[in-house]
T-cell receptor, first 111, second 115 residues
Framework: SQQGEEDPQALSIQEGENATMNCSYK?????LQWYRQNSGRGLVHLIL?????REKHSGRLRVTLDTSKKSSSLLITASRAADTASYFC???????????FGTGTRLTIIP | DADVTQTPRNRITKTGKRIMLECSQT?????MYWYRQDPGLGLRLIYY???????NKGEISDGYSVSRQAQAKFSLSLESAIPNQTALYFC??????????????FGPGTRLTVL
């Protein structure tokens, strides 16, 4: 399994602004997932993008995938205080490959 | 009711004690996982099980053991707890037959403190 590396490690923005965080990985993938973790709680799956997709939307979330650059980005539009959390990417080769989580991006939304 | 539950939610114990953390799921998933999370280190996989008869070590299995009592239950044991096992422990499940087959569903976590 391979680990994604999230960047930046921490991000603080004003409520209402957009937040962008990035993920890089090293080898080819079948899909890439993004998860959110509120402080001290379990991770929650946000969105999965497959290797043949370039962009995917879910509500205020927009995920892009560039397999040539081995990178993905997660955009949260019109941020809210409730978006304050850590965000993790998990690239996967599919099959029986286990997910590996990095250290995440810690997002703080300032009211 | 939560689909993935963990007991206890918090535990304080002493060095050398044997501790068992339990995970139950009602999702009907075959695959279950145990992770630990330490500040600044992300989540690290301890053990995983793809079905009742399958147990595999993760990246940090030393000092831990597991038991898959049934499809719905996966327990993690610390045979002789030590202070550097103080961490947040998560159980997760996944369904290889689902469309997003390796999407994982996490429990609420167990905060373990070893004194």
């Amino acid at each position: 399994s391979q680990q994604g590396e999230e960047d930046p490690q921490a991000l603080s923005i004003q409520e209402g602004e957009n937040a962008t965080m990035n993920c890089s990985y090293k080898t080819s993938i079948n899909n890439l997932q993004w998860y959110r973790q509120n402080s001290g709680r379990g991770l929650v799956h946000l969105i999965l993008i497959r290797s043949n997709e370039r962009e995917k939307h879910s509500g205020r979330l927009r995920v892009t995938l560039d397999t040539s650059k081995k990178s993905s980005s997660l955009l949260i539009t019109a941020s809210r205080a409730a978006d304050t959390a850590s965000y993790f990417c998990a690239p996967s080769g599919g099959g029986n490959e286990k997910l590996t989580f990095g250290t995440g991006t810690r997002l703080t939304i300032i009211p | 009711d939560a689909d993935v539950t963990q007991t206890p939610r918090n535990r304080i114990t002493k060095t050398g004690k044997r501790i068992m953390l339990e995970c139950s799921q009602t999702k009907g998933h075959d695959r279950m996982y145990w992770y630990r999370q330490d500040p600044g280190l992300g989540l690290r996989l301890i053990y995983y099980s793809f079905d009742v008869k399958d147990i595999n070590k993760g990246e940090i299995s030393d000092g831990y053991s597991v038991s898959r009592q049934a499809q719905a239950k996966f327990s993690l044991s610390l045979e002789s707890a030590i202070p550097n096992q103080t961490a947040l422990y998560f159980c997760a499940t996944s369904d290889p037959l689902a469309v997003s087959y390796n999407e994982q569903f996490f429990g609420p976590g167990t905060r373990l403190t070893v004194l």
